[in-house]
C-alpha cells in the first residue's frame, strides 16, 4: 500500500471512531492549547473533521446557514489545530488550537462564553476587543 493509500485508511479510521448524532454532527469544543481556556462550541459533520485533519486548520458545520465553514474564513481568526481528542464516548471532539487575532466569538471577543450567571441574571465578563463591524464590514 502507498504511504497516501495508508494515511487515507488511517484517516478513515479516525473517522470511524466518532459517533455523529442523528444529524450526523458532533459538538467539537475549542480549546486555547496553550492556556487552557475554552474558547467556543461548534458542530463539525464528517466532512468538517475530514477537511480539519487534512488542512490543519478548524473546519466547522454551521446549523443555522447549513453549510460548512472554516473558522475565520470570513473574519482571518483563523484556528490553527494543535491536537484533536475524542471522548470516552466518542461522541465529542475537543480541538486544542492557536486562535490567530485572538478573537474566537463572531461578537469580536476573545472567547464565547463570555457570560457568567449571577443573582438570576447574565453579567458580560468581557468587553470586544474588535466590533462586528470592525471585523466583517458595515454589513453585519
Known amino acids: 500500500m502507498t504511504s497516501a493509500g495508508m494515511e487515507q485508511t488511517a484517516a478513515a479510521a479516525l473517522l470511524d471512531a466518532i459517533r455523529f448524532d442523528a444529524a450526523g454532527l ?3 469544543i475549542a480549546q486555547d492549547a496553550a492556556t487552557g481556556e475554552v474558547l467556543m462550541l ?3 459533520d464528517r466532512a468538517a473533521v475530514e477537511r480539519t485533519l487534512e488542512t490543519g486548520k478548524a473546519c466547522y458545520w454551521s446549523r443555522s ?14 484556528q490553527i489545530v494543535r491536537s484533536i481528542h475524542l471522548d470516552c464516548d466518542g461522541d465529542a471532539l475537543l480541538l486544542k488550537v492557536d486562535q490567530l487575532g ?3 466569538c463572531h461578537t469580536g471577543r476573545r472567547r464565547c462564553f463570555f457570560r457568567r450567571a449571577e443573582g438570576g441574571g447574565w453579567v458580560v465578563e468581557l468587553k470586544p476587543i474588535k466590533t462586528e463591524a470592525e471585523i466583517y464590514g458595515s454589513g453585519s
Open 26 to 28: 458532533v459538538p467539537a
Open 42 to 44: 461548534a458542530w463539525m
Open 65 to 78: 446557514r447549513q453549510r460548512s465553514w472554516m473558522k475565520g474564513e470570513s473574519s482571518g481568526h483563523l
Open 102 to 104: 485572538g478573537i474566537a
